[in-house]
């Protein structure tokens, strides 16, 4: 069956100088909710809510983001924790350009997750961290390096299915500009 939802959301959000702070609020009540955990069927009636945080900002040639986000997402006959969804997430960005450099690094820290609709069973928590530098060639063109879970961290999303370890990339990347 296909769901069938009702969402909602207040957020707020203040700039200070070269800052942004929000804070948003959001409800999800969701009626046929689809999961796959043990099989793809329906969850009568879903709810998820809670908050995320955020900051991003600039300081000199340094940017930045992080947000954070708490989750409460319950099957509502049962008030079990909906499975693979962490009750605490983190991401956080920075930047430091250099003129014709880029550098780079973003982080992903999870909390620990449900494996089963019992609650019974978990997957541990886990934090990423991915490193980038991009060196502009010429006015459209850029080299882009690129290692992805540094730390060759072992983890989980869903039971039984690794992430990839560490992994390294290049990219030459061609972008008209207007």
Do not use: C
Request: net charge positive; glycine share 10%; proline share 2%.
């Amino acid at each position: 069956q296909p769901e069938k939802g009702k969402n909602s959301e207040l957020g707020a959000s203040y700039a200070l100088g070269n800052q942004l702070f929000s804070a948003t609020y959001f409800s999800n009540r969701i009626k046929g909710f689809i999961t796959t955990t043990p099989v793809v069927s329906n969850i009568p009636y879903a709810r998820m809510k809670g908050w995320s945080l955020g900051h991003e900002g600039e300081s000199g040639k340094w940017n930045y983001r992080t947000y954070v986000d708490f989750l409460d997402a319950r099957n509502e006959l049962t008030n079990k924790h909906l499975t693979k969804r962490a009750d605490r997430q983190m991401t956080a960005t920075t930047n430091y350009d250099l003129g014709i450099w880029k550098l780079g690094a973003s982080l992903l820290a999870a909390s620990e997750s449900y494996v089963n609709a019992t609650n019974t069973q978990t997957l541990g928590g886990y934090g990423v961290l991915d490193l980038y530098a991009k060196y502009a060639l010429r006015k459209n063109w850029s080299v882009e390096g690129r290692m992805v879970n540094v730390g060759d961290k072992v983890y989980q999303t869903a039971s039984g299915y690794n992430q990839a370890g560490r992994g390294a990339f290049i990219t030459l990347r061609y972008q008209p500009k207007q």
